[in-house]
């Protein structure tokens, strides 16, 4: 079965010897099964690195294939002049973003890998630690590591 990051089939359960899948939305007759091979919440930089590792190959589903994904901006760092870092993809190591409003070109590899980390962080359980940091720092409300903080915060402050 392949994979999208836009998936129309989501396991039921854990894969076990048998696994059942579930549509998350009408599939079309002759439309390809797809699921996702990768967590939701990682960025595309993270998702490419894992589908070309592991799967060998790069995904170019819809949401990939949108620089705004979708308009969420869930894995671009934001411009101060407001637009999104949109990386360049002629090669998977490129280093460049450009920002989809100046034009701006940016060097961010070192700001992902600091998001990386507080994402690794977050796993120790030091959500409220992370969570200054994120309010902190200039990261937009839909941007991938805000997400998972909120979320793990809920998660762990949760009655």
């Given at each position: 079965?392949?994979?999208?990051?836009?998936?129309?089939?989501?396991?039921?359960?854990?894969?076990?010897e048998v696994i059942t899948f579930r549509a998350k939305r009408k599939i079309k007759k002759g439309e390809e099964l797809t699921m996702r091979y990768t967590d939701f919440l990682d960025c595309r930089r993270n998702i490419q690195r894992k589908t070309m590792?592991?799967?060998?190959?790069?995904?170019?589903?819809?949401i990939c294939s949108d620089p705004s994904e979708y308009g969420s901006h869930f894995s671009s760092f934001q411009c101060p002049c407001g637009g999104f870092y949109y990386?360049?993809?002629?090669n998977i190591d490129n280093h460049e973003w450009?920002?989809?409003?100046?034009?701006?070109?940016?060097?961010?590899r070192e700001k992902?890998?600091?998001?990386?980390?507080?994402?690794?962080?977050?796993?120790?359980?030091?959500?409220d630690e992370i969570l200054k940091i994120v309010e902190e720092a200039p990261y937009?409300?839909?941007f991938y590591i805000t997400t998972l903080c909120f979320m793990k915060y809920i998660d762990k402050h949760k009655t």
């Open positions: 079965m392949s994979h999208s990051c836009a998936a129309n089939l989501e396991p039921v359960k854990d894969p076990a590792k592991e799967w060998i190959f790069a995904c170019k589903c819809d990386e360049q993809y002629d450009k920002c989809s409003d100046c034009q701006k070109g940016e060097d961010l992902y890998l600091m998001v990386n980390d507080l994402q690794k962080r977050l796993d120790e359980d030091n959500v937009h409300n839909n």
